[in-house]
């Protein structure tokens, strides 16, 4: 559901996954070699394990040439993966899973056939809305001893980089004279090192244990505070769902212009920085972290008014709470 005329509203769950390209972007991405020789009747399999691909290093927030330079295969390789063309081999796919930080079976979709009780959980829950399946989620969340403590005192601004998550939370911060936390910074501080040395040195799964820790140092040192997250924490549910149990999370969403045009004035395109299809690729990223940002509390869109005006919105949503 949008936010319409400067208005913020609560955030349903009925929010679509992202839409496929059109066919001819989809051949400019994946070059000549993927289209010269591509079957008109691809392989519903393919098709599925390319867009699950595809899917994953969106919400990664990797182009497709730093994953074929993580994973150790070929660009084009990547491209025809991704686009259900070619055969992938097995030991191709270890790599690629393995390159994006999840195991095979999450990349194959075979997560919930590996005994009786996940199965009969899949047909229990197969086929319900997203309304309910949030229910169910915060139903088991509770059983399971993980509803979490404090939640109203936190509160954490999720989406991507460039929606004033830092700009925003500094100044609600201030007037509620709360701490503001900038769990990148805190990141850095625990590793020791700046982000892009934490993925340089050690990959994309040290970092991510490094955010965890460093949100759950967060959690236990401040009941009250304003946080600013990493716009992929999403990426990595078990601390997604420790940032939703603990806090009351608001996504701030913005045009994919007014992404890109303020990272820009920042003076970095991370992870855009390589890519020649920049736009792109943070519509790609964007797209496929919606359904996640789209869990939080509240969303306010900071794309259709001025800053005075979205802080004042932003005030009275955490005031209402």
Not at 139 to 159: D, M, N, Y
Not at 182 to 205: K, P
Request: with cysteine; proline share 4%.
């Amino acid at each position: 559901m949008q936010t319409v005329d400067g208005t913020v509203q609560p955030v349903g769950d009925e929010v679509a996954g992202p839409s496929p390209a059109p066919a001819s972007s989809q051949r400019s991405q994946v070059g000549a070699t993927a289209t010269a020789g591509e079957p008109t009747d691809k392989h519903p399999f393919l098709v599925a394990l390319g867009e699950r691909a595809r899917g994953l290093r969106a919400r990664g927030g990797l182009t497709r040439r730093a994953l074929a330079e993580r994973a150790g295969v070929s660009e084009r390789h990547l491209a025809n993966l991704e686009y259900g063309v070619g055969n992938a081999s097995i030991l191709i796919l270890l790599q690629v899973a393995d390159a994006l930080g999840c195991s095979l079976a999450e990349l194959l979709g075979d997560e919930t056939t590996r005994n009786p009780e996940w199965l009969l959980l899949r047909q229990l829950l197969g086929g319900r809305d997203e309304q309910t399946l949030r229910r169910v989620r915060e139903a088991v969340a509770g059983l399971l001893g993980e509803g979490g403590t404090g939640r109203h005192g936190r509160i954490a601004l999720i989406g991507l980089r460039g929606a004033g998550k830092s700009t925003l939370g500094r100044r609600l911060a201030a007037e509620r004279g709360l701490p503001f936390v900038e769990l990148s910074a805190e990141i850095q501080r625990i590793a020791g090192c700046s982000v892009s040395e934490i993925h340089a040195l050690y990959g994309q799964q040290s970092y991510r244990r490094y955010e965890r820790r460093a949100l759950e140092e967060t959690i236990e040192h401040h009941r009250q505070a304003v946080i600013a997250t990493p716009g992929g924490l999403v990426s990595d549910t078990a601390t997604f769902h420790l940032l939703l149990v603990h806090c009351t999370t608001i996504w701030l969403q913005a045009d994919p212009h007014d992404h890109m045009d303020r990272v820009r004035a920042q003076g970095d395109l991370r992870p855009m920085a390589d890519s020649k299809e920049a736009m792109s690729d943070l519509e790609a990223i964007l797209a496929d972290r919606a359904a996640f940002y789209s869990k939080a509390d509240l969303r306010i869109d900071t794309s259709r008014q001025p800053l005075e005006a979205t802080f004042a919105l932003l005030r009275n949503a955490v005031a209402s709470r």
